[in-house]
């Protein structure tokens, strides 16, 4: 089992930067791929960004590539995510998540991940 908690979420201006942190705990944070999700009102929750723990490969959705950066700390079991250029549409929940059956990139993508924080919201204001 895994344990999520995220941070780091609030009000920002359009344009702005925030930047989430997500506490993992339970496994051994290194073999897990960890992602960030969201989830706005009325839509379905969205995959944004993962990261795996070989290589540290990543891949982001288009919607926030060249805009959003996720990494991670294994020495901090933290993943974080870093929001700049932030617009209205990005106005959501954001949920940290973590799996460890080392499936590809990918499939997170389109699948999901076995476990998930409780989510932080971000608001940006226009």
């Known amino acids: 089992q895994v344990q999520l908690v995220e941070s780091g979420g609030g009000l920002v201006q359009a344009g702005g930067s925030l930047r989430l942190s997500c506490a993992a705990s339970g496994r051994t944070f290194s073999s897990l791929t960890m992602g960030w999700f969201r989830q706005a009102p009325g839509k379905d929750r969205e995959f944004i960004a993962g990261i795996k723990w070989k290589l540290d490969a990543t891949i982001y959705a288009d919607s926030v590539k060249g805009r959003f950066t996720v990494s991670r700390d294994n020495a901090k079991n933290t993943v974080y995510l870093q929001m700049n250029s932030l617009k209205p549409e990005d106005t959501a929940v954001y949920y940290c998540?973590?799996?460890?059956?080392?499936?590809?990139?990918?499939?997170?993508?389109?699948?999901?991940?076995?476990?998930w924080g409780k989510g932080t919201l971000v608001t940006v204001s226009s």
């Open positions: 998540a973590a799996d460890a059956r080392d499936y590809s990139l990918s499939y997170y993508y389109h699948y999901g991940m076995d476990y």
